[in-house]
């Protein structure tokens, strides 16, 4: 049955990354001009001389000369094949060796912002319901009304400016100076996980906040449930009854809400590096759409597009795995 | 959300009971009543909706901020290229009522700027000169709406006082000037771009909808997969495609647009979600099983429901759109200067420097936060009140 599942799933998302694959490529192609334009108008203006025939040779060399269909063929199978995402301009190197330590950055991150999502929503989500209209109640539906309604980089500004009012930090950053160009190491991995939970927190908020409100509500809707009176008269302990019970059952219409949670934290971690200076792949994103540098920036919307994808998959099968009732709902 | 039960029948046996009571004795509670269970789908919808408080002052407050959005050259002091030399980066104005000699009404005192030892900037307020605050001041002449050309503004000081009451920026032109204008394009993309994703979801579900099978197949995929990716990376790369000599309502409709083309999807799965399973609600069968006509089931019964919902989906719909505005322009790639919106101004705060040295800068943001927090408090009344005959 889960192998079905599994197997089904697998199969939708094939038409699915084709898709993406060709609205990265239209994006690709979406400045006036072909994409050498911009390269040629840079060069003649930094001086370089450049005749037509060059230009000629440059958009032969790139497959400019052929046809919308075989270029997106070509494209596409040299990324399937090869593992080759075109050559940005600006950087002057393949796309996917200027991606290459960016993009596991953004998963990380990304993974880590689920993460805590959930680790953090559920238990305040049950507290609260729990303690319904007590002051913390209140604390947090507070919180979370401002953490809904404030996007991540406007968060994010407002942290960098307390930090830099109180403890005078002006830049945040995934790294401590010394580790900044530093091979890997552990000692470097232990001094990311310092720094990390930074932009892991201000992107989390917003999930955090809405998950919070439902995960309070579906509690609430059990909590007076027959049940629960029942189990509390035979004498259950309360932490036991709760965990064993209405929490289950309130989880269980938590795990639809992976469905926006990922594409939502990818959005937001766009931003949120930018402003905190985080070198995962949205810096270079806005600096690629800036230069129009399209290889590089349709590269970067592929790639970001198909980890949502498969995130949202990988989490939609650990949790049919997990609660095998679920599969029903996605089988109809 | 989970307020809302939808309902089963249940409720409506003791409504029955009680219409009957109402008519036997007429008292005045009972008259009451009777009102109740009489008055229509939407007397029950602004009923319900009088008792969500958080939601009717939201409705108040954003009334307020559209008011705002459409009289903003009278309401800002000042025009939003006007810059003050001298005044750059000068602070919110502090507004006195007392001077020495006791009340006096409110009143600014003129300022002047320098550097300190530290060659930083620094004002200072000059005591001998005050400039009280009057309303309905001449200032910088502009055409309201485009038509009337006047130069009154609701408030302001004399010519050679200056009032900036949320400070200045980089160019010393009046913040609170700029926030108010800023208004007008922020306020409105949102409805805007609500709108067009709207029409796209219709044109495309309709055409989903009447050709079934693989078409509608495909569209579905396509729904699914738009709203499951990231919108801020694609809107990112359409934003970028505008061309940059574009003048400001050209780039202020390709924006929209842009917010639109990735936004229309999620807009349309809910809307679509909401009428299949009205499509299944016990009244609508049971119509079905009564003989009425599927013109009239659809006219009578499920459109009013149905508007109530699409309502909702929309105020709920907008602070995505506000808030997608205003990160392309805070990176730059949203609405160009001259134009202002929040989001063109937030992008002096890029640099944090520049935050730290003159906080005023962030004052947008606050607007942008109330904004979406208003929406969404709208929305969830309006959620509560879209089914007035649920159990709350």
């Known amino acids: 049955m889960l192998a079905q599942y599994i197997g089904r799933r697998l199969l939708l998302l094939i038409p699915l990354l084709f898709i993406v694959s060709i609205i990265s490529f239209a994006l690709i192609q979406l400045p006036p001009g072909d994409i050498l334009n911009m390269e040629v108008l840079r060069l003649r203006s930094a001086g370089t001389q450049i005749s037509e025939e060059q230009v000629e040779a440059l958009r032969q060399l790139y497959g400019l000369d052929k046809s919308m269909p075989e270029q997106y063929w070509l494209w596409l199978s040299n990324i399937l094949l090869e593992g080759n995402f075109g050559t940005s301009f600006t950087y002057v190197k393949p796309v996917g060796e200027i991606l290459a330590a960016r993009v596991p950055l953004t998963a990380a991150v990304a993974i880590f912002t689920a993460l805590f999502v959930w680790i953090t929503a559920v238990p305040i989500g049950v507290y609260s319901a729990t303690h319904q209209y007590s002051l913390i109640d209140y604390f947090w539906t507070f919180i979370s009304f401002i953490g809904i309604a404030t996007p991540g980089f406007l968060l994010a500004l407002i942290f960098l400016w307390v930090a830099f009012v109180l403890f005078d930090i002006s830049a945040i950053g995934l790294f401590s100076q010394q580790y900044e160009t530093a091979p890997w190491s552990w000692a470097k991995f232990l001094d990311m996980l310092q720094h990390i939970w930074v932009p892991i927190v201000i992107i989390g908020m917003a999930g955090t906040a809405g998950l919070m409100r439902t995960m309070r509500g579906m509690m609430l809707d059990e909590l007076n449930k027959q049940y629960v009176i029942t189990a509390r008269s035979k004498g259950l302990t309360e932490i036991r009854l709760l965990v064993k019970y209405p929490v289950r059952t309130s989880l269980n219409p938590m795990i639809s809400t992976i469905g926006w949670m990922l594409p939502s934290i990818i959005s937001g971690e766009v931003l949120v590096s930018m402003v905190l200076n985080i070198p995962t792949t949205g810096p270079v994103l806005l600096q690629a759409l800036l230069n129009q540098d399209m290889f590089l920036a349709g590269s970067i919307v592929f790639i970001l597009s198909v980890l949502t994808v498969i995130g949202t998959l990988i989490s939609d099968i650990l949790l049919v795995w997990l609660d095998p009732r679920i599969r029903y709902e996605g089988m109809t | ?392």
């Open chain 2, 1 to 392: 959300m989970t307020e809302s039960i939808p309902h089963n029948g249940a409720p409506h046996k003791p409504e029955i009971e009680s219409v009957a009571a109402a008519t036997a004795s007429q008292s005045a509670p009972d008259r009451e009543k009777q009102a109740l269970y009489t008055s229509s789908q939407w007397q029950l919808i602004w009923r319900r909706f009088k008792r969500h408080r958080l939601a009717q002052i939201a409705m108040i407050m954003l009334a307020f901020l559209y008011i705002i959005a459409a009289c903003a050259e009278f309401i800002a002091p000042y025009e939003t290229r006007r810059d003050f030399k001298g005044f750059v980066y000068a602070p919110p104005a502090k507004i006195h009522f007392f001077d020495e000699d006791g009340f006096v009404g409110p009143f600014v005192y003129g300022l002047k700027g320098g550097r300190d030892e530290n060659y930083q900037r620094i004002f200072e307020e000059v005591k001998e000169e005050q400039y009280p605050i009057r309303f309905f001041v001449r200032g910088d002449e502009y055409k309201l709406w485009g038509v009337y050309k006047t130069n009154l503004h609701l408030f302001g000081v004399e010519e050679d006082g200056q009032i900036f009451v949320l400070g200045t920026d980089r160019l010393g032109r009046d913040l609170f000037s700029r926030v108010i204008y800023g208004t007008r394009i922020s306020l409105t993309i949102g409805l805007v771009g609500v709108f067009l994703s709207f029409v796209l979801g219709l044109i495309i579900g309709g055409v989903s909808g009447y050709f079934g099978g693989t078409v509608d197949e495909i569209i579905q995929r396509m729904i699914d997969l738009l709203v499951s990716i990231p919108h801020l990376p694609l809107w990112m790369a359409l934003a970028a495609a505008v061309p940059r000599d574009w003048n400001s309502i050209q780039t202020y409709f390709a924006i929209t647009i842009v917010l639109s083309i990735v936004g229309w999807a999620g807009l349309a799965r809910t809307v679509r979600g909401r009428l299949l399973s009205l499509r299944e609600e016990d009244f609508t069968i049971a119509a079905r099983v009564s003989g009425v006509s599927e013109w009239r089931i659809i006219t009578k019964h499920l459109l009013p429901l149905f508007t109530s919902y699409i309502v909702v989906a929309i105020t709920l719909a907008v602070p995505g759109m506000i808030i997608g505005e205003t990160s392309l322009s805070f990176i730059g790639l949203g609405i160009q200067p001259p134009a202002v919106s929040w989001g063109t101004l937030l992008q002096d705060s890029q640099m944090i420097v520049n935050v730290a040295l003159h906080p005023w800068l962030l004052i947008p943001a606050l607007f942008v936060i109330v904004t979406v927090l208003m929406f969404n408090f709208l929305g969830d009344g309006l959620r509560d009140a879209a089914d007035p005959y649920s159990i709350s």
